[in-house]
């Protein structure tokens, strides 16, 4: 599976930005479809993920602000991100999994929110 990721930027703080990752395949097909964020001199951690059929999850840090969703028809998985803050601040991936074990992670996307 190939993961096209898009929609970071440059946000001030409090305002909102939509993350996109377009697969290259159903995404029906996909068990798990997740988004992950790497800030300088951190690992890489777990944001929200969308498990088949409709199970989504997040981290402390971003639920209540961030949510994850997608569109079967486009193959795409968003990540809404509202209440920015800048340790939000980071590169963020997508990933697909498969149970049986294969994985994907698209290109990383630079987001940068300003205080």
């Known amino acids: 599976v190939q993961l096209q990721a898009s929609g970071g930027g440059l946000v001030q703080a409090g305002g909102s930005l939509t993350l996109s990752c377009t697969a290259s395949?159903?995404?029906?097909?996909?068990?798990?479809m997740a988004w992950y964020r790497q800030a300088p001199g951190k690992q890489r951690e777990l944001v929200a993920s969308y498990t088949n059929p409709a199970i989504t999850k997040y981290s402390d840090s971003v639920k209540g602000r961030f949510t994850i969703n997608r569109d079967t028809a486009k193959n795409t998985v968003y990540l809404r991100m509202s209440a920015l803050e800048p340790d939000d601040t980071a590169v963020y991936y997508c990933k697909a999994d498969q149970f049986l074990g294969s994985s994907s992670w698209g290109q990383g996307t630079q987001v940068t929110v300003s205080s």
């Open positions: 395949t159903s995404i029906r097909t996909i068990d798990v």
